[in-house]
């Protein structure tokens, strides 16, 4: 447990005093001879615990310190650590894409595409790569019968995704008819491809692992192909997660 308190920033020090009292309550003495810091350093410890609201101490003689809710602590210890990764994780992605775009090189954290084949590729990506879930957006602009080559590419990609335990959920248009392929597996396994209706214009998009985010700008006209972005952000899939969960709840 010390090790990994540590793994969480907490020093040495820090990390002995609270392994001790996730299980019990000491005075200052015995605190520092079970955790065998000297005595003369265990007050600056306790006290900067309690600064930051980790440690609590009772009122009574003498005062027993004592963490007042473990898993609480633990839990807010996981979400400073979480967030702290996620900010490091945000530039260090941001850095190598702006250095990818600077070389020309196509980025995997920052993909554009411009014309049909682009879509093809960085479509094929969304579904390749995912791990856990998939949260699509189909808006009324859809047109399953139109380039149904490609179409078709994805849809087998979607099933084997599903084969390795990926999750879909796919809101599409009311009168859209599902492509076969796809219909099967709705029957087949509908925990893990589950599809409600609705008629929206939200921009057509995915929502990968809770990390990615493919934007396609589609039109009424089939041919008139805006681009395709694909961005690995959590901030910004975390905004287009509320977006769809709000659609999927009106959904039918």
């Not at 090790?3 to 005093?17: C, H, N, P, T």
């Not at 209706?197 to 929502?207: A, N, Q």
């Not at 961005?231 to 769809?244: S, T, Y």
Request: aromatic content about 8%; overall charge positive.
């Amino acid at each position: 447990m010390i090790e990994q308190l540590k793994e969480f920033g907490m020093s040495d020090y820090e990390a002995r005093v609270i392994n001790i009292l996730l299980s019990e309550r000491l005075n200052a003495r015995d605190l520092s001879k079970k955790t065998k810091i000297p005595f003369g350093k265990i007050y600056s410890i306790i006290k900067r615990l309690k600064e930051i609201n980790i440690v609590k101490e009772t009122n009574s003689r003498p005062k027993l310190l004592y963490l007042e809710n473990p898993s609480l602590f633990v839990d807010k210890l996981i979400n400073i650590k979480q967030e702290k990764d996620k900010i490091l994780f945000s530039c260090l992605r941001e850095s190598v894409s702006n250095m990818e775009i600077e070389s020309k090189k196509i980025s995997r954290f920052f993909d554009i595409g411009t014309n049909v084949e682009d879509n093809k590729r960085i479509q094929l990506r969304v579904f390749s790569e995912a791990k856990e879930e998939v949260l699509q957006i189909i808006n009324i602009h859809h047109k399953p019968n139109s380039n149904r080559t490609s179409k078709t590419i994805w849809e087998q990609e979607i099933e084997k995704a599903v084969k390795r335990g990926v999750k879909f959920k796919a809101i599409y248009p009311e009168k859209i008819i599902l492509p076969t392929i796809l219909e099967k597996l709705n029957k087949k396994k509908p925990e893990s491809f589950t599809v409600k209706r609705l008629d929206t214009d939200f921009c057509r998009c995915d929502i990968v692992d809770g990390k990615k985010v493919l934007i396609k700008l589609v039109y009424k006209d089939p041919l008139q192909f805006g681009g395709i972005v694909l961005i690995e952000n959590e901030d910004f899939a975390d905004n287009l997660k509320k977006i769809f969960e709000e659609l999927w709840r009106e959904a039918e």
